[in-house]
């Protein structure tokens, strides 16, 4: 059974670019969540994605949008990086989204952007 | 709003050395409570989890038990191992919502 996969696994940037992550989910889950993990930092959420609808946004600007496919992957896309926006990029996924069921999260390796 | 205060590292110990590493929360209602283990490169990993008062979580040999009245989830080891090397992170889900909120971690190493 594969976990939670990501890709790319590094990715080089600079300021103004835009950037796209990617995400597949462990199997039997169709909640999606990201996180901002900076350097020394622990993971701070970004937004969740249930039935391809974004259901629940953390403390982060507009620049950071995101999408739900209907096989249950997931995309993270960062318009206009800062060097700020320098970190490891998280995925997790859990069973299910609204009912309060998600108490665990599974969490992917990780995608680590640099904004030069 | 909801968060988790855990001690700061870095933290060196012996092998075989008693590992405590101190998580306290702020929250409305009884969250979830969950510590998350990163080893170098890798993701994180759930080590173990207590949905309410009194609960003890435990795995390979780490224990914490969910303490209400002092709000606190404290992450203890007997005998710590080389590989047990790794950052920790406290966590929790808070009752009205799906949003997990993380400490800042603390790096453990463990020396021979």
């Known amino acids: 059974d594969a976990g939670v996969t990501q890709s790319p696994t590094h990715l080089i940037k600079t300021r103004g670019q835009q950037v796209t992550l990617r995400c597949s989910p462990k199997?039997?889950?169709?909640?999606v969540s990201w996180y901002q993990q900076a350097l020394g930092q622990g993971p701070q959420f970004i937004f969740q994605?249930?039935?391809?609808?974004?259901?629940q946004r953390g403390n982060f600007p507009d620049r950071f949008s995101g999408h739900q496919f209907p096989n249950y992957s997931s995309e993270l896309n960062v318009n206009a990086l800062l060097l700020g926006d320098s970190a490891l990029y998280l995925c997790?996924?859990?069973?299910?989204?609204?009912?309060?069921?998600?108490?665990?999260?599974?969490f992917g390796p990780g995608t680590r952007l640099t904004v030069l | 709003g909801d968060s988790v205060t855990q001690m700061e590292g870095p933290v060196t110990l012996s092998e075989e050395a008693f590992l405590t590493i101190n998580c306290t929360y702020t929250?409305?209602?009884?969250?979830?409570l969950f510590w998350y283990v990163q080893y170098p490169g890798e993701g994180l990993q759930l080590l173990l989890k207590?949905?309410?008062?009194?609960d003890k979580g435990s795995n390979k040999g780490f224990e914490a038990t969910y303490r209400k009245e002092t709000t606190s989830f404290h992450l203890e080891k007997g005998s710590v191992q080389v590989s047990d090397s790794a950052v920790y992170f406290c966590a929790l889900r808070g009752k009205t919502g799906n949003q997990f909120y993380f400490g800042t971690g603390t790096s453990l190493t463990v020396i021979p």
């Open positions: 199997s039997g889950h169709d909640t």
């Open positions: 929250a409305t209602g009884y969250p979830s």
């Open positions: 207590a949905t309410k008062a009194d």
């Open positions: 994605y249930y039935e391809e609808e974004e259901r």
């Open positions: 997790a996924s859990s069973p299910y989204g609204l009912a309060g069921g998600t108490d665990t999260q599974y």
